[in-house]
């Protein structure tokens, strides 16, 4: 790229320029930088803006589940924290019917009005309308949420509009981006996106497993919108039965949205629904994302693995990332490496904060180059390589079988083992297990994976299964090894013996009071 006339320096006697101390992007590895006006992709960008989608059906009544939406949604649009980072909420409910409600600033009372019109959904009522600022509609959103509990106490209906729904959020908010939140629990059965029961099948041996497959294409292509115009899309699910997430799941994996399920969902778990949805709600994050890591000679990037849409070659987009989720990028070889020498590797996400400032993300790291192999083991990143090698595996869950891809993580980690004892350990008896320090619990992490619900071979259904991988897919160091290699302590012991206890048997007395330590995810 041209460098500006304004941006040269002399340099001091040391070859460093005179003015690094005043650029903090030349001594800072992470930087924001204020985008101008020509990476606007709207003629004004807003604060963030967050819509409600909430099942109605019998389904969901009948379980719980839509009081437990209710009282989430209440929850966050009273917290102060929520209120700090979206300006603006809307709410919706649906069944058979698209719900809207015109909660305009200074109505007493909210005002319903029905879309039936689900082959071609259309937004019934404007954005001036449809969103409202919380801090000046409480009392008519309290009783909208107390009205909607006794509306829909006695319903019969059982048929779940879901895909028409969601297609009517996400153009509610085309112009502005932001976030939709879902909350589900029946299988979408009429109009866009409709699915058909499907039963449990045994998985073939060499071809992809059909129950991890989606029915049609409709979610993935509308969550590729949705992230082009900068919208997640965020699951909340609390289904009774099956509710073939294999179709569902794109809408949160393609668009950076968060993702919980609730499995055989029962009234006692409604504070969980609650908590879980003011955390990810409330999580540190940025929307209308879209990201590029660039290399330095020698190098080319390979394929990125994470909760995002592809929009190019070299480019992916989402429509929010927050704090707690992460992405894999590979790197190839694309020449030669110079000895001694660095390599430059940098990453640029450009974005905009909830406050509606349009920002770019620069991380830049330099790498030194080597010929000795012993010194890659040496400073290798044990956390960086596991995480990679679970979301690799999300993403060949739909072109192989299960078993294959298990294979695939067992022998890359058994080649890059070996490949470590043949350099150091050359002479050592065959039987002796050796590994470098930095990868000394790899294979520990390795057969934690394969045991976690997305690989197991004993996961009872689908949907678990489906859960699994969605969480490995954008899972943070920090929580991924907490959630497959949860802490263990005996509380009787811990005051006089405060160490964790491995995950085993020997582990485990019936006399002890235990605590497993998990990474709070649902």
Known sequence: ???PEEYFAPLDPTGRRVDVAMRPELR?????????PEYNLRPQTVACRLFFLIDASRAAVQSGAFRASIEAVRTVVHSSDAQALYSHFALATFDRTVHFYNLQDGRKDAEAVVMTDLADPFLPLGPKALFFASNSAQATVDGLLNNLLSLFQDTRVVESCLGSAVAVAVEALKTTGGKVFVFASSLPSISLGACKLRSEVSAPENKPNPMLLPQSDYYKKLAE?????????????????????????????????SFSMYSKFSPDMADHVKEDCLAKLCCPFVYD??????CGEGLQVGEYFGPFAPSSKSDIQFGQLAADQSFAVTLQYDGKLIENEPTGIQCAILHTTPSGQRRIRVINLALPCTRNPLDVFRTCDFEAITSCLSKQAVFKIREYSLAQVSSQIVSRVSYCLAAYR?????????AQLILPEELR??????LSILKGNGLAPNTTTSDARMAGFRLMQDLPNDLMFGHFYPRLINLLTFADNPMLLRLTRESLDRRGIFL???TRIC
């Open 1 to 3: 790229n041209e460098v």
């Open 28 to 36: 800072c590895g992470t930087v924001d930088i204020i985008a101008g």
């Open 225 to 257: 919108g949705a992230a082009s115009n900068g919208i997640s899309i965020s699951l909340s699910l609390s289904p009774v039965s099956h509710i073939d997430l294999a179709t569902l799941v794109d809408m949160s994996s393609a668009t950076g949205g």
């Open 289 to 294: 994302c879209m990201g590029k890591v660039r």
């Open 422 to 430: 043949k350099l150091a350990a050359n002479n050592v008896s065959a």
């Open 441 to 446: 619990l790899l294979p520990l992490f390795l």
């Open 516 to 518: 497993l330590g998990t």
